[in-house]
């Protein structure tokens, strides 16, 4: 991204003291709804739908087992709710599973979480984007050829709006997200006073089973706990929130848990009472609303809304990402430039990545929801369970009052979350589960070498040791170049400065005695009093000369200077011959000598004068 667009993408730039603009660039408890709940909110689209499909495919008569399973997924909705509110009270710094498993369970079992929550942001992206896709060119037919496109080009929108800061993309997803929940709670309520459907669906005769077995409902409670799915996202971002971050985070939490819980339980309600059964090329959040307001405005609207919170529920890892891999980087897990913030508070580095690895599975799968969805949920649940044993463990450890019945709530969400966990992977394995299981050691081990290399750079660099005093030492300073003129002079001031002993280094050609000479001839003629050092190269070479004749000098501190003009303008930047980035790259690469680049801004008419000639070193 060029430096005049990223600017513009991230807007006007405050001054760092200004805590008020920070503040306002923060979200609030509305704003937090709307930027990182979308994944969660958007789960109603098809946390029902999974529940259904499982208990159809056993028989007619089970399907009266959708609103069991529902209420049992609301209950571990509530479980979950509570211990994620107590997990943004416990680590105010974000992280939220990764956060708890580190502090409680240990550095391993936090680069799990870790790890599974980065593979779950990823795939949140991917998923969310290309179910909304997916319902447009469902309504628009004609635009099915241009999906990978579409996908792309949402995938897009999103990150920019991201990069302008996570305040001012609350501010954008309110009104959708609004719309989305006022759309359902409507279908729920005017279909509770219904008798019957407005609109019915036949369904496709299906046999029926004398008996449901438990390992059916545990399949049916396990694909419906996709419904689940971004509860967590508000507890990594709880460093997003305004001031009192903790309290804002925490309402937001409950909010979510309610919001969520009623829009479940009301949708299984309206299953059983409408007797909805799956039809194919019809979703079942279709078919309770036509069911509930029939096929009039309310119903397209309603469609619309879902569209359109599907693609923006992408948003939650976008709030979410960031700041873990900026808590990642900050304990050595991932490369540093993750935790440096743009303007506007921004974790730059960490939306890219998001935004990357998102188009690539996008582009991989051909937007294909129904190929990415086995891959999803299997990663959420595995951080599930290790942030509720890890607070089991922190109420152990610490036994404030009243400890007891809430290591109990915990132990029992993790006991769910990790069955659910397990039932989740054995039934999506063959569908593509495996590549999560493959991939989430090989993120840890990633993690693990990257941790490695910073302790092997810490232990070299003597950080947190205090150092010896500093004392001068002689250094011989080298300066390449090409010709007698101002870019030289200035060279050789600033090698002075840094040097006790300083060498002017200049390549000649056999074959070119004459320019040899006149070279030579302007040298005696400045007489700057510097040790002057010609090096004969018959392959018109410039670069291999010069690094052999510095790893030919027998110093302990050998700097390299290398003189480069910095155009006035950006066009003038074609002109040069970018030597002194291949000179630079070969030096740093094959001697131990310290590299500098040093680059003057000229004057136009200075650079008439002198140009940009091998002795730029441009």
Not at 137 to 166: D, E, K, M
Not at 511 to 525: H, K, S, V
Not at 534 to 560: C, K, M, N, T, W
Not at 582 to 608: I, K, N, S, Y
């Amino acid at each position: 991204m060029s430096v005049p667009f990223a600017r513009w993408v991230a807007g006007r730039k405050h001054a760092p003291s200004d805590d008020g603009h920070h503040e306002r660039d923060r979200l609030s408890v509305i704003g937090g709804l709307a930027a990182l709940s979308l994944d969660a909110m958007a789960s109603v689209a098809y946390g029902p739908e999974a529940i259904v499909i499982v208990l159809a495919a056993a028989g007619g008569t089970t399907l009266g087992y959708t609103l069991p399973v529902t209420l049992a997924i609301a209950g571990l909705l509530g479980v979950l709710t509570l211990s994620y509110r107590q997990v943004i009270a416990a680590f105010p710094e974000g992280g939220g599973a990764y956060g708890v498993a580190k502090a409680y369970l240990g550095r391993r079992a936090s680069l799990v979480a870790a790890a599974s929550l980065v593979v779950d942001y990823v795939l949140n992206v991917a998923v969310s984007i290309a179910a909304g896709v997916a319902a447009l060119t469902s309504t628009f037919p004609g635009l099915l050829p241009y999906t990978i496109w579409l996908c792309l080009g949402v995938l897009v929108l999103i990150t920019a709006v991201n990069l302008r800061g996570i305040a001012r993309s609350a501010r954008i997803f309110i009104a959708p997200t609004l719309v989305f929940v006022l759309s359902v709670l409507a279908v729920v309520v005017v279909g509770l006073f219904r008798d019957r459907p407005v609109v019915a669906h036949p369904a496709v005769q299906a046999h029926s089973l004398g008996t449901v077995g438990v390992l059916l409902l545990l399949r049916a409670f396990a694909n419906g706990c996709a419904a689940l799915t971004g509860v967590e996202a508000i507890a990594n971002a709880v460093p997003s929130f305004r001031k009192p971050r903790v309290e804002r985070a925490q309402r937001a939490e409950v909010a979510l848990g309610a919001l969520l819980g009623l829009m479940l339980i009301g949708i299984g309600i309206l299953i059983v009472k409408f007797h909805i059964r799956p039809v194919r090329g019809i979703t079942i959040l279709s078919q309770v609303t036509a069911g509930s307001l029939g096929h009039g405005l309310g119903y397209y609207l309603m469609q619309f809304s879902t569209v359109i919170l599907l693609a923006l529920a992408a948003n939650t890892s976008f709030g979410g990402m960031p700041v873990l891999a900026q808590l990642l980087a900050k304990d050595n897990n991932l490369p540093h430039l993750f935790g440096l913030r743009a303007e506007r508070q921004v974790h730059r580095y960490g939306i890219y990545f998001l935004a990357a690895t998102g188009a690539l599975l996008l582009i991989g799968t051909g937007g294909d929801m129904n190929t990415l969805v086995p891959l999803f949920a299997i990663g959420v649940f595995v951080g599930f369970t290790l942030s509720q044993a890890g607070l089991v463990r922190h109420w152990w450890t610490e036994r404030p009052y009243g400890w007891r019945p809430r290591a109990a709530l915990n132990g029992f969400g993790a006991l769910l979350t990790g069955l659910a966990a397990v039932i989740v992977t054995a039934t999506k394995f063959p569908e593509g589960g495996w590549l999560i299981v493959v991939t989430m050691p090989l993120i840890v081990l990633l993690m693990s070498r990257i941790n490695r290399a910073y302790d092997r750079i810490g232990e070299r660099l003597e950080l947190g040791r205090i150092p010896v005093r500093p004392r001068p030492r002689q250094a011989l300073v080298i300066v390449p170049i090409g010709g007698v003129n101002r870019l030289t002079k200035e060279a050789m001031s600033a090698a002075l400065s840094l040097g006790d002993r300083v060498v002017a280094l200049r390549v000649t050609h056999p074959d070119e005695p004459e320019e040899a000479a006149r070279f030579i001839d302007a040298w005696e003629r400045w007489a700057p009093g510097v040790n002057l050092a010609l090096v004969s190269d018959a392959h018109r070479r410039l670069v291999e000369p010069i690094v052999q004749y510095v790893r030919g000098v027998d110093e302990p501190h050998v700097f390299v200077l290398i003189p480069e003009v910095e155009p006035a303008h950006v066009w003038q930047r074609v002109l040069q011959n970018q030597r002194g980035a291949v000179l630079a790259h070969a030096l740093r690469r094959d001697t131990d000598a310290v590299v500098c680049r040093l680059r003057f801004r000229l004057e136009d008419r200075v650079l008439r004068a002198y140009g940009t000639g091998p002795g730029a070193a441009a």
